[in-house]
């Protein structure tokens, strides 16, 4: 319908300003500062990034409630990815809030969504370009991989802080004798995280065969 039409178009608009504001924030920052600039990443651009990836949340609703035709198995692991590595990872360990790292991730992420909310608020409206069909449908293919690369190692940098910290850590009292330790789930996160790559760069070339494969590229729908 024409309302959900437009609330959908306010939804990527608000996310392309909010993703593009990032990216140019960054670049802007590493032109003037240069590499001193990196380990401020999450100081000066990191309340947007939350904001961002918390609205991204309602992409799920989205799906279950039919007003977006994607996939939502492969949404929902591409979201949750995100948020895991964002609030309980960097959010949680100041240490790693400084790392290199978290520039790249920012800037995959960013990189990635300027472009998906760009072609999704032009499909709103029934316009379709080829080479921005093209560049959504191709660049996340060489782009996911790297992010999920970028996600491990964030883990990986982070594991020495929440073994010394006990961060998320729980030990039950007595009569349960039963501990949790985080160090061990996000160790065992890791191999979801590269089972869940496999499944959604699947998906990705299925997507870009889908809108690429055939000569119906742009064609207003209806």
């Given at each position: ?132 069909t093209w560049l959504n449908f191709s660049l996340c293919i060489l782009l996911y991989p790297l992010s ?75």
């Open positions: 319908s024409f309302t959900m039409n437009t609330y959908l178009f306010v939804y990527d608009l608000m996310q392309f300003c909010g993703h593009s504001w990032i990216f140019t924030n960054m670049i802007i920052r590493f032109m003037s500062f240069g590499k001193d600039s990196l380990a401020d990443t999450f100081y000066s651009i990191g309340l947007v990034m939350r904001l961002c990836q918390l609205l991204s949340v309602l992409e799920i609703l989205h799906i279950l409630i039919g007003i977006d035709k994607s996939r939502l198995f492969p949404r929902c692991l591409q979201i949750t990815e995100r948020i895991v590595v964002l609030f309980v990872v960097i959010n949680s360990q100041e240490e790693v809030q400084g790392k290199y790292v978290v520039c790249i991730l920012f800037f995959l992420w960013s990189l990635l969504d300027v472009v998906r909310y760009t072609y999704n608020m032009l499909a709103r409206m029934g316009i379709y370009y080829l080479p921005l999920v690369l970028a996600k491990a190692f964030a883990i990986c940098v982070s594991l020495p802080y929440f073994e010394s910290f006990g961060t998320y850590s729980i030990k039950l009292p007595f009569p349960f004798a039963f501990s949790i330790y985080f160090p061990y789930v996000l160790k065992m996160y890791l191999l979801v995280l590269f089972i869940g790559m496999c499944f959604i760069i699947q998906n990705l070339f299925s997507e870009r065969k889908a809108h690429l494969g055939t000569g119906n590229i742009i064609k207003k729908r209806s």
